[in-house]
């Protein structure tokens, strides 16, 4: 017979996850561990079988658009397809977002929770984008005080009843921006009875079949009374329900569905509103300051999934690797390709344990109430933008080099592998770009009063190392955070320019060397309580692969050699080489006297 190439095949997803089993030995309580444990085996069979079977089996389909009904009528409906209906019914029963909100292992609340989300989400093709913004919208609703809209809805965003459950969206993004949003251009305008409604044009809007979205717009002023102020701070956060009882769209129009790269399944709409109408969530300024809660959330959410989807690429290449033969050997005995995945799975690792690291912070942060603007602890609110910024970026690498570790079939369509590397491209880029978070980073540490924290957190875990092998490890991590620390003390002094030119360096640095402590930190425990070395070895492999180059040539002097411009020509204003026109870099007022 002639020769059959294998398909990668899945097992249970938490029973073959020795890094998840792992981490929740160390980090849960025994009895709580003992508690969940039935629940993570059932999601780990489903996500390895009948869950994978379906998200294969629903690959070619899409969300639709209805606009017209037979007769004429505008009804723009959109159907998600039946993976996604099946996501929504097992999300709801399986408390993905309620586990969070139940409270009932407390500070652990929120490890139960991302455990689950980490089992459930690669086989549902990116349904972790409704229950973020979902788990986001509760999170800032109860921050808000609001009695009565948190009386309406967070019985339904809470609940673990298919038929109550409630998702939400979140509309920030218009014509005029997606990470600047104070040119937000959607008014929001009273009726004599009192009723707010909104008019503008929402850009990017996930994922329109919610029942309610939490969104941005400008309180117009009657006339006679004093403006209103500029930018952000003018911006008014509203809560919308979407349809009224009968089902009906209240006055939204949704023009398409964005025919994007990847999260094909995510209904990603162009809506006009139009007399929609809305509540204020809390006064009607600092709409931008009211949404971070849901932001900060939903950044978390985005590390999980990160860590899940590189997971997910690496136990389909695992298995194929064991079973697929060339040059007269299963691959998984090749020392090169045995060497590229050891390296992704050391990215893995070290990925895992910033995302859960911020997991754990998340649920402390919560334990004693999801009080009324309560600003999250410095830890929490520098490690969210870093490990946002630093798993993404690691989770395209991943996909990437899992699609070639497949060869071939790793670029076609029908073996589900594209759509991996087509999915993680989406994780820099929503919720925050990487050099938006960036620059999020530096306002967080800012606010911190500098990097002792994480020096701090990164000494907790050299204090837990006694194994010799992986001193190099906690040493570099230390080192990386006293080189950041130089590199900004010395681009401060330079002026805000070169801080913020330098800021995706400087955070993905941060991030890295977090990372590399807490991989660290685990990996002396997995020696000490499980006798398994894997964790050092990642460890010790992640140290080895080595920082970003911190410093690199000032933007001015690069562009003069770009350009030849000859020394006594060339311009004090910094700019950046591009393939077109050279591009401007504006300082950013905000970093004054950069004193970070
Ligand atoms: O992409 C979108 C939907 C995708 C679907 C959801 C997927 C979920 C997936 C997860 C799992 C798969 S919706 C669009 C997402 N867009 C963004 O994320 C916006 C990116 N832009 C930013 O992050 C910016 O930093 C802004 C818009 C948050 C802030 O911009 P500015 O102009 O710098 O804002 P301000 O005026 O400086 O900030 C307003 C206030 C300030 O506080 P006050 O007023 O006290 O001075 C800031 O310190 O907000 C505060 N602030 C924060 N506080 C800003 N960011 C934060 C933060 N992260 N946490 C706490």
């Known amino acids: 017979m002639a020769f059959q190439q294998p398909p990668p095949r899945l097992g249970n997803q938490y029973e073959d996850d020795r890094v998840l089993q792992s981490y929740l030995q160390r980090a849960l309580p025994a009895e709580v561990l003992a508690e969940v444990e039935d629940e993570l085996h059932a999601l780990g069979a489903l996500a390895g079988g009948p869950l994978y079977e379906a998200q294969l089996a629903d690959r070619r389909n899409e969300p639709t658009l209805t606009q017209w009904d037979a007769w004429g009528e505008r009804i723009d409906r959109v159907e998600v397809t039946p993976l996604w209906e099946e996501a929504a019914r097992l999300a709801a029963r399986h408390g993905l977002v309620a586990a969070a909100y139940e409270q009932k292992y407390g500070v652990h609340s929120r490890l139960h929770q991302f455990a689950l989300v980490y089992l459930f989400t690669p086989s549902t093709d990116l349904y972790s984008c409704p229950l973020a913004m979902t788990d986001g919208a509760a999170r800032t609703l109860l921050a808000s005080g609001n009695g009565a809209l948190i009386l309406d809805a967070l019985p339904h965003l809470t609940t673990r009843q298919p038929d109550h459950f409630w998702t939400s969206g979140q509309w920030m993004t218009e014509l005029p921006g997606g990470s600047d949003v104070s040119h937000t251009e959607t008014v929001a305008r009273q009726d004599a009875d009192g009723t707010w409604r909104l008019y503008g044009r929402k850009w990017f809007t996930s994922a329109v079949t919610a029942q309610m979205a939490l969104t941005l717009a400008r309180p117009e002023v009657p006339e006679g009374e004093e403006d209103a102020p500029e930018g952000n701070a003018g911006l008014a956060l509203f809560f919308v329900r979407l349809r009224d009882d009968a089902g009906r769209l209240q006055g939204i129009r949704v023009h398409r569905l964005k025919d994007k790269l990847g999260t094909r399944k995510v209904p990603t709409a162009e809506l006009t509103l139009d007399g929609t109408p809305a509540v204020p969530v809390q006064g009607l300024t600092d709409g931008v300051r009211r949404i971070t809660p849901m932001l900060n959330v939903t950044r978390a959410w985005n590390a999980v999934t990160a860590v899940a989807l590189m997971r997910r690429g690496l136990a389909l290449a695992r298995d194929y690797a064991a079973r697929r033969t060339a040059f007269g050997a299963p691959l998984a005995q090749k020392p090169l390709h045995a060497d590229t995945l050891a390296g992704l799975q050391a990215t893995f690792e070290g990925a895992f344990h910033l995302a859960f690291r911020v997991a754990e912070l998340l649920g402390e942060s919560e334990a004693d109430g999801f009080d009324e603007d309560a600003a999250p602890p410095p830890l929490l609110r520098v490690l969210t933008p870093l490990a946002k910024l630093t798993t993404a970026r690691q989770a395209v690498t991943v996909a990437s080099e899992v699609l070639?570790?497949?060869?071939?079939?790793?670029?076609?369509?029908?073996?589900?592998?594209?759509?991996?590397?087509?999915?993680?491209?989406?994780?820099?880029?929503?919720?925050?770009?990487?050099?938006?978070?960036?620059?999020?980073?530096?306002?967080?540490?800012?606010?911190?009063?500098?990097?002792?924290?994480?020096?701090?957190?990164?000494?907790?875990?050299?204090?837990?190392?006694?194994?010799p092998s992986l001193a190099e490890a906690v040493q570099r991590a230390t080192q990386a955070l006293d080189d950041a620390a130089a590199w900004l003390t010395g681009a401060v002094l330079s002026g805000p320019v070169p801080v913020e030119a330098g800021a995706r360096r400087f955070a993905l640095t941060l991030g890295l060397a977090m990372e590399l402590a807490l991989l660290a930190h685990h990996a002396q425990w997995a020696l000490d309580h499980e006798q398994d070395a894997r964790p050092a070895a990642a460890a010790r492999r992640l140290a080895a692969e080595g920082f970003p180059p911190l410093d690199r040539p000032p933007p001015a002097d690069a562009v003069a050699r770009a350009t030849e411009t000859p020394p006594d020509e060339r311009s004090t204003d910094v700019f950046v080489p591009g393939d077109g026109p050279i591009a401007e870099i504006r300082p950013n007022p905000d970093w004054g006297d950069g004193a970070v």
Do not use: H, M, S
């Not at 938006?436 to 540490?445: E, G, Q, S, W, Y």
């Open 404 to 467: 070639e570790a497949f060869g071939g079939a790793g670029y076609v369509e029908d073996t589900g592998l594209p759509a991996l590397l087509r999915d993680a491209q989406v994780l820099p880029i929503w919720e925050g770009t990487t050099n938006v978070l960036a620059l999020d980073v530096l306002r967080a540490l800012k606010k911190a009063g500098g990097l002792e924290l994480l020096k701090e957190e990164v000494r907790r875990c050299a204090e837990a190392v006694t194994e």
